[in-house]
C-alpha cells in the first residue's frame, strides 16, 4: 500500500516498460543505471515513486517478441514532445543486486527484456550484475500531464518533479491475490 498521500520523486524508465508495469504484465525492474548516476553507480533511492516513461534509449530488439507491437503503437502514439503524462506508481518492495547470470536468466520471464538486452546490461561496466527492484504498481485515477521541463533531460534514474502529485485514489494494478500468487512464482 502507497503510504505517502502525494509524490515528487519519479524514476525514468522506457514507456514499452511501464506500460508492461501499468497493465499487470510485470512488477519487476530491472536495472543498470543511467550515465548520470551518484559516483556512477545506480541505487534505489526511494522507496515509492512515480513512473517517467521515457521514449531515449528503447529498442525494438531488446524485447522480447510478444512487446515488440507495443513498443510500435507507443512510439506512433506518443504524447507531445515537450508534456510528460505520468499514469502510475510504485512501492517497492524488495532491491537486490542480482551478481549470478543463472538468476537474472530466471528473473527474466518476469519482464518485457529481451535476454541479449539483459545479459548486455548485466556485463556492462566494471561490476557484473544488475539490480532488481520488486514493487506493488499503482495507477493513478486519471494520467497527468506536465510540461517536460529541460531540468528532467539526461541519463539519470531519478528526477525530482517541479510539483507533487496525488496519489489520492491511485489502485494497485494487481489484487492482493494476484500480487501475492506474482510473489510466489518469483521466488527471489
Not at 502510475?88 to 551478481?99: D, I, R, T
Amino acid at each position: 500500500m502507497l503510504t505517502l498521500s502525494s509524490l515528487q520523486i519519479a524514476f525514468k524508465e522506457w514507456a514499452v516498460v511501464v506500460q508492461a508495469l501499468l497493465s499487470g504484465r510485470q512488477t519487476v525492474i530491472l536495472r543498470k543505471g543511467g550515465i548520470v548516476e551518484n559516483k556512477g553507480q545506480f541505487s534505489v533511492d526511494h522507496q515509492q515513486f512515480l513512473f517517467f516513461p521515457t521514449y531515449a534509449h528503447q529498442n525494438e530488439e531488446d524485447l522480447i517478441s510478444e512487446e515488440r507491437e507495443n513498443f510500435r503503437r507507443l512510439h506512433q502514439a506518443k504524447e507531445a514532445p515537450d508534456t510528460l503524462v505520468l499514469e502510475g506508481a510504485m512501492q517497492v518492495k524488495q532491491v537486490l543486486f542480482l551478481k549470478d547470470w543463472a538468476h537474472v536468466c530466471r528473473i527474466q520471464p518476469f519482464g518485457i527484456w529481451s535476454i541479449k538486452c539483459l545479459e548486455e546490461r548485466f556485463h556492462w561496466g566494471k561490476v557484473k550484475g544488475i539490480h532488481l527492484i520488486v514493487g506493488r504498481v499503482y495507477r493513478l485515477p486519471q494520467p497527468v500531464a506536465l510540461p517536460l521541463l529541460q531540468r528532467y533531460g539526461g541519463c539519470k534514474s531519478w528526477v525530482e518533479l517541479a510539483q507533487q502529485i496525488s496519489l489520492a485514489e491511485a489502485a494497485p494494478v494487481l489484487t492482493d491475490q494476484q500480487y501475492e500468487a506474482y510473489l510466489q512464482r518469483l521466488q527471489i
